[in-house]
Each structure stands twice: as C-alpha cells, then as structure tokens.
C-alpha cells in the first residue's frame, strides 16, 4: 500500500503558480484535442468499410457439450443483446 501511495504522488506533477497551472491545463487541452481528432479519424474510416453479411454456419465455438453454432450458443434466438462495461474490458 505504502509503494501505491509513493508511486501515486511522485506521478502528481507540482502546481506552483497559477500561470503554470493554466500552462499545464493548455496542454492537456492539446492532447485531449488531438487524442479526439485521431479517434475521429479512426470512426470515420471504420463507417467506411464495407458491409458484409455474417455468415454463422462457417464458425464452431468449443462447449463443454462439443463443438456448437452461434445459433446454438444463442439458444434458437436470432439476436441476442452483450453489453461490455468498462472495468472489465476484454
């Protein structure tokens, strides 16, 4: 615990005038824009691939039962909903 306490403050950067803290608050500003930008860039060119149709037959997932289809694992269903939160990403 005493390392995590040391690790977090020595990470901290020093505020020492308002002047530097509206530097630093720039910067980050830039990178934030510039990390957005570059994420925009990526989603405009994933809209931009081609659509294709699934074709679930063509894949088998390993069960404990044997090997089953998409739509077996979906249980007869046609769709089924999946939601990832964040703090448990893949």
């Known amino acids: 615990m005493l390392a995590d ?6 990470d901290r950067m020093l505020i020492f005038c308002e002047r530097h803290l509206r530097s630093v608050l720039a910067e980050y500003a830039r ?4 990390a957005t930008r570059a994420l925009d860039v990526l989603a405009a060119r ?12 063509r894949y088998a997932f390993d069960a404990s039962a ?10 007869g269903q046609r ?12």
């Open 5 to 10: 306490t040391r690790t977090e403050v020595t």
């Open 79 to 90: 769709q089924r909903v999946v939601y990832q939160f964040m703090d448990t990403g893949p």
């Open 31 to 34: 990178h934030e824009k510039e």
């Open 66 to 75: 044997g090997p089953k289809t998409q739509l077996d694992l979906l249980a």
């Open 46 to 57: 994933r809209r931009r691939l081609p659509m294709t149709r699934f074709d679930s037959s």
